[in-house]
């Protein structure tokens, strides 16, 4: 199993000088795929990226998941080179409903150096400037009812600087454009599982035909979102027009201070 790396450039008046040229390796949609005995084609494309931060948008392992050692043992090389966030997707969600030892999945990422943004934000400093890493937990309820998240209710009022939100779920962008983040990270839709020319993708996770967000950049006022194609398969066990991918981001400012 193979993947590729999609770059893609975001520019924002918003984002502070010293950001510039900031890039960011997402991986989404693992499910449980490690490339490699233990991760090393992964490992190298994310050492090739030279990211300064990497982000974990979610569906790192699968809902009926066993064994998670592979993926977090993959990861650990990673998380030990660049500083590495994580959010949990609705697969994580349902097998924390679903199974007693559901903890000790976040224990091992806790000591592998992966640092869980769980409904809070963090500060990233560069060149003396910051901007804020929000992580967005919804609960899977906003997955089984197709509901939008309130996202002031989980991560507060959104902080006067640029903000980058990992959000597993593209699907609600008009709610993260609402509470204010100028760029949000998603993954879920799989790239669509088919693309069609013109259309884009076929399939969502919720069994609609051609979500509106499925892959690549999609903007709403001040607000981007980059919706990574994935790295893995869970229901779908297939692609077709659609390789995975590693998503490297590099933030472009257009700020005046």
């Known amino acids: 199993m193979t993947f590729h790396t999609t770059e893609y450039t975001i520019s924002s008046p918003?984002?502070?000088?010293?950001?510039?040229?900031y890039r960011i390796a997402?991986?989404?949609?693992?499910?449980?795929?490690?490339?490699?005995?233990?991760?090393?084609?992964?490992?190298?494309?994310?050492?090739?990226?030279?990211p300064n931060i990497v982000v974990i948008t979610g569906d790192t392992i699968s809902r009926r998941s066993n064994d998670t050692h592979a993926v977090v043992e993959a990861l650990k090389p990673i998380a030990a080179k660049y500083p590495t966030?994580?959010?949990?997707?609705?697969?994580?969600?349902?097998r924390d409903a679903h199974r007693d030892d559901a903890a000790d999945f976040y224990k091992a990422l806790d000591a592998a150096g992966v640092i869980r943004l769980e409904n809070r934000s963090v500060s990233l400093m560069h060149?003396?400037?910051?901007?804020?890493?929000?992580?967005?937990?919804?609960?899977l309820s906003c997955y089984e009812n197709r509901t939008a998240p309130d996202v002031e209710q989980w991560l507060g009022k959104k902080k006067?600087?640029?903000?980058?939100?990992l959000a597993h779920n593209p699907l609600p962008f008009a709610a993260?454009?609402?509470?204010?983040?100028?760029?949000?990270?998603?993954g879920h839709v799989h790239g669509g599982v088919v693309r069609l020319p013109f259309i884009g993708g076929l399939f969502s996770p919720e069994r609609r035909l051609f979500p509106a967000y499925s892959k690549g950049i999609y903007r709403q006022g001040k607000s981007a979102m980059v919706v990574s194609a994935g790295m893995g398969g869970s229901m779908f066990p297939f692609r077709l027009f659609n390789p995975q991918e590693l998503v490297v981001i590099t933030l472009q400012s257009q700020s005046i201070h």
């Not at 006067?160 to 939100?165: A, K, R």
């Open 14 to 21: 918003y984002l502070p000088n010293a950001f510039n040229r």
């Open 26 to 50: 997402q991986i989404s949609d693992l499910h449980n795929n490690v490339f490699g005995n233990k991760g090393e084609a992964l490992q190298k494309a994310v050492d090739a990226a030279a």
């Open 85 to 94: 966030y994580f959010i949990r997707g609705n697969h994580e969600l349902y």
């Open 127 to 139: 060149r003396e400037a910051t901007i804020q890493l929000a992580g967005l937990m919804e609960p």
């Open 176 to 186: 993260y454009a609402k509470w204010g983040a100028e760029l949000t990270l998603a």
């Open 160 to 165: 006067n600087e640029y903000t980058i939100l």
